[in-house]
């Protein structure tokens, strides 16, 4: 087995005096010159030990004061589920009111926009082939918790009162109710997500440290005849929200 980078070792050794309690919520860390000294370690190791562990939400730096054990966080929960989808209005403004929360969105549509290879080999289409990508940032508390990038195939929707998802009048009313209204019918999704870093366009809109982690969910939509009809990118931040998938249980008789 590979040796552990020494960072990660040390990352580790300051995660457990955190777990033990040998710091609390809100104090600050001895001087990285301090630690180095006592774990054997030179400066560089110790300071990217502490951005990892600033990453992950444990710590927090303060310009011109240190680096200090961050405050628990109260993570938002964002329920993933099919059933939610089918009830009408929005999930998110639903997630949002159960904690007590006013839950918005901003967005951006432009249409006509060629797909770049990934979204044209998620949606079945050729690279170039024209579609709608709508950008949106959900807030909670006017707080940005959530991005999404969604495309839909310009050819499903073209001509039709819902070629444009946050316009007409079927705004706002979400992916499954817009194409029901123009005859197609969207029977699942599919989902994938993973953790990654945040990019810097990401960090930025969500007021996150570059970096830090966040959950990548690629979601898309299958109409009953197994045909792509839309396909998106959602992007949750880890230290603020906590996703949770909900899945129907079907009784047989």
């Given amino acids: 087995m590979p040796e552990q980078p020494p960072y990660l070792a040390v990352a580790d050794r300051l995660r457990q005096s955190i777990a033990n309690g040998d710091w609390s919520p809100g104090d600050r860390l001895p001087s990285r010159a301090r630690l180095a000294d006592e774990y054997g370690v030179g400066d560089n190791v110790i300071r990217r030990a502490q951005e990892l562990l600033i990453v992950q939400g444990l710590l927090e730096g303060r310009a011109g004061s240190g680096t200090y054990v961050a405050e ?4 938002l929960r964002m329920v993933r589920s099919s059933s ?27 249409a006509k926009v060629p797909a770049p290879r990934e979204i ?24 940005p918790v959530q991005l999404s990038t969604s ?17 007409g009048p079927y705004a706002g009313r979400g992916v499954i109710e817009r194409m029901a ?11 994938r997500p993973e953790p990654r870093q945040a990019t810097a366009a990401e960090a930025n809109l969500l007021g996150i440290p570059k970096s830090a982690l966040v959950t990548h969910i690629r979601r898309t939509y299958i109409s009953e005849d197994g045909r792509p009809v839309e396909t998106a990118d959602i992007v949750v931040p880890d230290a603020y929200c906590e996703i949770v998938y909900e899945v129907p249980i079907e009784h047989r008789t």
Wanted: hydrophobic share 35%; charged share 25%.
């Fill in 84 to 110: 939610r989808e089918q009830r009408g209005g929005s999930p998110f403004r639903a997630d949002m009111a159960g904690l007590g929360k006013h839950g918005t969105r901003e967005h951006s549509t432009e």
């Fill in 120 to 143: 044209a080999a998620r949606l079945g289409i050729a690279e170039g082939d024209l579609c709608v990508r709508t950008a949106y940032e959900f807030l909670a508390d006017g707080k």
């Fill in 72 to 75: 628990p966080r109260q993570r």
């Fill in 151 to 167: 495309w839909e195939p310009y050819s499903i929707t073209e001509g039709t009162i819902a070629v444009l998802p946050e316009g």
């Fill in 181 to 191: 209204a123009i005859g197609v019918v969207i029977t699942h999704a599919v989902e």
